[in-house]
């Protein structure tokens, strides 16, 4: 695996794939790499050839009183690991290499960020978007592979290649979850024993959504009390917000129709945590997606 640190570098290697016509495939991360990461690049490795990585701790999607300082950094690990996965490159760039001085572009996708985790991380979106459009110009993948656990991030990412014209391929790939249903982060690590314990509530909320789907409720006020309910059961949660929303709006609605999300955000002491669950039309019914 080639380890690359500069820009300039990474666009040649991109270049040669390109010239060559290989399908690149790239993971964009943050890094404290876990199987939610993992699942990503074995499914690139199943698509692409070759695999790009990119580890970057974005300042830019950080608020002034986020975790950026602490954010998780264990390079060395998830180098070896990604290595030995058959990744063909890890692109880790600097801060000052990605920002220099003086620089003062935005990449804004309107109404989509202000909303749900837009609204809760102001200016958090437009850190995500100007850093995914900077990386894709560098890498220039043929498809890029991205967790549905940041379901709204996709859909912004999305929106932001038809709006531009990019000719990035956005694959979206399923939650990956501890065996108790707890979703992995990197900012799991955060967690106390009691902490883990009491964040099991947003995956026993959103697999009482599923049941309740399951079983012919399609009324989203209800099934907003049932998931409310389970959450502010559980003392050391506060709710951010919980709310059943259009899968390609991301408005909230007022009965289950067609895609949809159910979201959940959740302050646990200090770690903020999201999750949610895909809900999608099935035979006349509704098969929901943890
Ligand atoms: P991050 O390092 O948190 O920026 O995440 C990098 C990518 O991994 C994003 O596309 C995330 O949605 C994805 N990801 C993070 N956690 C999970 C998970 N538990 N399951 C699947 N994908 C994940």
Known sequence: MEIVHTIQWMKELAKDALVNERALGFVPTMGALHEGHFSLVREAKRKCSPV????FVNPKQFGPSEDLKKYPRTF????DALASLGVDVLFAPTPEEMYPAGFSTSVSVKGLSDRWEGRARP????GVTTVVLKLFEIVQPRVAFFGRKDAQQ???VRQMVSDLNLSTEIELCPIVREPDGLALSSRNVYLSSDDRRAALAISRA???CRKSISSGEWDVARLLTTMRGILEAEPRLTIDYAEIVDADSFEPVRVIRGNCYALIAVKVGTTRLIDNAYIEPEGGAF???L
Do not use: N
């Not at 200016?123 to 437009?126: A, E």
């Open 287 to 289: 098969r929901v997606v």
């Open 154 to 156: 996709a859909r912004l």
């Open 52 to 55: 790009v990585v990119s580890i």
């Open 206 to 208: 959103l697999d009482a």
């Open 123 to 126: 200016g958090h979106f437009d």
């Open 76 to 79: 060395e690990a998830d180098r």
